[in-house]
């Protein structure tokens, strides 16, 4: 690791700090305790080469970030020893409004990354949905440039570094499998073939150029090195892939394989150790709330009904004639609704979907105040991950400027992808969703560095789904169709609590979930049975987005009643991004603040 170039100067903090309350600065209080902020979250960074080459930080861009016990001690150390300074440093008092705020999220982010720490080998360490065996490709491909040649050279260093890196993977999952925690069965035929997918093609073997291979051979071909020295680094490249990247992978896969022999087919979080009280506390760190897991599953349940009526209302419309469940099929099979599963078919699909932000790009004025200054492009998810991956993902733009927002749109199979669901979809992963409230964040001027790229689930996909429903009332969804596909992409959302809870708290089987889901959605058979299999490698992630969208709705109809004629939806906006992610219950205070501010 290379020595830390961000010294905290804790001499002088404290002697700031320290100072009586009547000739306390409160402006220079404020700057000195952000500072403070930064300082730490830089030090978590600069332990994470993987984060610094997200912030385009090249400082150990030739490693990987260790996952090893030692590394997980180490940062948790860090992260004690650091909320016991902020406590005993920085009076809270003498901040201003925004710097309080800033204390009360360290302290509670921190106690929480301590707290959760007892639950850290409860989480599989891959899943099918992702984890190091893919994100190792992922990475090089999407954060590690090649302008000079020390980038190249890291590069290849990185390449040979993979054996280390997956040693200690498998350290961890032998670890966990020996304490009960192991994947169920389904999920270990995916992991293997997406590891298979890395080292397949050349210069592996026969066939087209590998991911890796193609993605070094492309970038050395945009550069303006000379001749012997892309020959040198090809080569170099070319030697590492085979000498450290095949035996890693082909190591990874035997343990995998080995490890699958032990998998049952139990599903759910309840199945871990103490694992009831594991999955209340995942609903805790998930939602921000204190909602048990009965109270999600009938918010669920009730949010299913509502999300039918408004469903038959549209069936009426478009004069369907028959039940719910029979208009279901009709949109999971009608060919109208589905392009061709070819490459014309695919493009087609990017072109749309990138019309659709374009146009709402136009339009962003009439809701929002402030906008993101970095640029969102929409992408198909790689071919070597798209078969495991999810429907759809957005990846933040570098902080920089290098990199614009990418929208992922997973293209494997088509019929996962009607057309009816294109434009909710594009509004939630790009604008004015994910990139709008993401973007921005890391964007935001005056606020430290751990709540700019920080997250709150709740929040951050509350507003994903939010901004589907948004466009609504600005006149989008003109087609019947596509409004039904607002509400396909809703109702998937109520009924992920029903069968997140389902699974992890009242034993649902596997095939319960799916029978669930296929009652109650339009989504095609494929889709389902990938979600299932996300809700059960992730407990309750999946819960975020209704529950944020409620609180999100709830605040707003609570301001538009008090302040009447002086409720600006453009302003309303501006108070849930200006402070980037938050938990539910401070978001609330915020709106509250601003309220009473206009009243």
Not at 176 to 194: H, T
Not at 208 to 215: G, K
Not at 418 to 435: D, F, K, N, R, S
């Amino acid at each position: 690791m290379k020595p830390l170039r961000h010294i905290i100067l804790y001499s002088a903090i404290a002697l700031g700090l320290n100072a009586c309350s009547s000739e306390v600065n409160n402006v220079a209080t404020s700057q000195t305790a952000n500072q403070i902020f930064d300082d730490m979250y830089m030090e978590h960074v600069m332990r994470s080469p993987n984060f610094q080459s997200f912030l385009g930080i090249k400082d150990d861009q030739d490693k990987w970030s260790d996952i090893d016990e030692a590394e997980a001690q180490a940062s948790l150390a860090l992260t004690k020893q650091q909320l016991a300074k902020v406590k005993s440093s920085i009076r809270p008092e003498h901040l201003d409004e925004q710097t309080a705020l800033s204390y009360r999220l360290f302290l509670e982010r921190w106690q929480d990354d301590i707290d959760n720490d007892k639950w850290r080998k409860h989480s599989y360490p891959i899943t099918q949905m992702g984890g190091t065996h893919t994100s190792v490709a992922t990475m090089l491909i999407n954060q590690h440039p090649i302008k000079t040649l020390d980038d190249a050279q890291d590069y290849i260093a990185r390449l040979n570094g993979i054996p280390k890196l997956f040693g200690q993977l498998t350290v961890n999952l032998r670890e966990r499998a020996d304490m009960g925690v192991l994947a169920p069965k389904f999920i270990w035929p995916q992991l293997i073939e997406a590891s298979q997918n890395i080292i397949t093609g050349a210069p592996f073997n026969e066939g087209e150029d590998s991911t890796l291979w193609a993605d070094f051979g492309n970038k050395i071909a945009k550069t303006e090195f000379s001749d012997s020295d892309k020959q040198k680094l090809l080569s170099e490249a070319k030697a590492a892939l085979i000498a450290s990247v095949q035996p890693a992978y082909l190591d990874l896969i035997s343990t995998l394989e080995e490890l699958a022999l032990r998998a049952t087919d139990d599903d759910g979080a309840w199945k871990l150790p103490d694992g009831d009280a594991y999955y209340q506390r995942r609903l805790e760190t998930i939602t921000t709330t204190k909602l048990t897991a009965e109270q999600i599953h009938q918010i669920g349940l009730d949010e299913v009904a509502r999300i039918h009526d408004e469903m038959r209302s549209i069936m009426s419309k478009v004069e369907f004639q028959g039940t719910l469940q029979e208009f279901f099929v009709f949109m999971r099979e009608a060919p109208q609704f589905y392009y061709d599963n070819n490459d014309a078919g695919r493009q087609r699909y990017l072109d749309e979907a990138t019309a659709i932000i374009d146009n709402m790009k136009a339009r962003l004025d009439e809701i929002f105040i402030t906008k993101p200054k970095a640029d969102l492009i929409v992408k198909a998810v790689e071919p070597f991950r798209e078969k495991s991956a999810g429907k759809a993902f957005y990846q933040r733009p570098a902080p920089d400027g290098s990199r614009p927002g990418m929208y992922y749109a997973n293209l494997y199979e088509m019929a996962s992808m009607p057309t009816y669901q294109m434009e909710a979809l594009a509004y939630h992963e790009g604008i004015p969703g994910h990139h709008m409230q993401l973007a921005i964040s890391q964007e935001l001027e005056g606020l430290p560095k751990f709540r700019r790229f920080g997250s709150a689930t709740a929040y951050t996909e509350g507003w994903g789904l939010y901004t589907e429903y948004l466009p609504k009332e600005m006149g989008m969804y003109s087609d019947p169709y596509s409004d039904f596909g607002r509400l396909a992409m809703e109702l998937w959302r109520a009924c992920r609590l029903v069968v997140d809870t389902g699974i992890h708290h009242s034993r649902w089987t596997r095939q319960q979930a799916i029978d669930y889901l296929t009652e109650n959605t339009p989504n095609s058979h494929e889709d389902i049975e990938k979600a299932i299999g996300r809700y059960i490698a992730w407990p309750g992630q999946a819960t975020a987005y209704k529950i944020g969208m409620l609180k999100i709705l709830e605040l707003r109809e609570m301001a538009r009643a008090k302040l009447g004629e002086k409720f600006d939806i453009r302003a309303y906006h501006d108070v849930i991004l200006r402070s980037g992610p938050l938990p539910l219950d401070m978001l609330e205070e915020e709106v509250n603040k601003w309220v009473t501010s206009l009243i």
